[in-house]
Structure formats: C-alpha cells, structure tokens
C-alpha cells in the first residue's frame, strides 16, 4: 500500500503572497495538490510541485496561524 500522510504541523504554513498582476494580496497553504489562482484577477499564484505550493508571486511574509492578528 502506497500513500501520503498529511500532516498539520510546524512543517505546514501559510503564506501571504501577493499577486504580480492586480496586487491583490492572498493566504495560500505552502502544500498544495492544485493550481490556485488569483481571486481577483485570475493569474497564476501558487502551482505544486512534488507537494508544496511554488509560489509564482511575491511572498510577503508567513502567517502564524496561532497568533491572530486583528485590525
Ligand atoms: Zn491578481
């Protein structure tokens, strides 16, 4: 039997990657099995490759998703 275990965890992140085209700035999973596109343009910002997200905008920064920031 042959499979991936995916685990949540200190390896797993998300990203704050902003969109080369409109500027549009989006949280996107560093793991990721599908395309993911700009929501509100359309382009390309995330593609995978061997089961990470290669990110095709400019990354901002990491979101800690343990500390939430508002406002
Ligand atoms: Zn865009």
Known sequence: M????IMTGPRS????VKCGDCGNIQTIF???NI???CTVCGATMA???GGKAEIKG???GRVDTDL???G
Request: charged letters at 35%.
């Open 58 to 60: 400019e990354v901002l």
């Open 13 to 16: 992140k998300f990203l704050k």
């Open 68 to 70: 939430e920031q508002g």
């Open 30 to 32: 560093d793991r990721t």
């Open 2 to 5: 042959t499979g991936v275990i």
């Open 35 to 37: 395309r993911i596109s």
């Open 47 to 49: 593609t995978p490759k």
